[in-house]
C-alpha cells in the first residue's frame, strides 16, 4: 500500500481547516492506494536515488 498527501475538494479542505481551528493543531489528509513496488535491480535503484537527491523529493517505483 502507498499513501500520499491527499488531493481535496473544498467542502472537505474546509471541513479539515475548521477542525484543525478547533483543535489548535494541523491535520494532514492521506490517501491510500493498493499498490506494491517494483522490484528493481542496484542500477536503476542507483537511478532513481540520483533524481530524489537532485529533486529533494521521495520517489517510489511501482509495477503497474
Known sequence: MLCSLSNLEEK???EIQALE???G???LAF???KTAPAALDDDK???IQALES???LSLVA???
Open 12 to 14: 472537505d479542505l474546509k
Open 21 to 23: 481551528t478547533e483543535l
Open 25 to 27: 493543531k494541523s491535520v
Open 31 to 33: 490517501s491510500c492506494h
Open 45 to 47: 535503484l542507483k537511478k
Open 54 to 56: 537532485r529533486l529533494g
Open 62 to 64: 511501482v509495477d503497474g
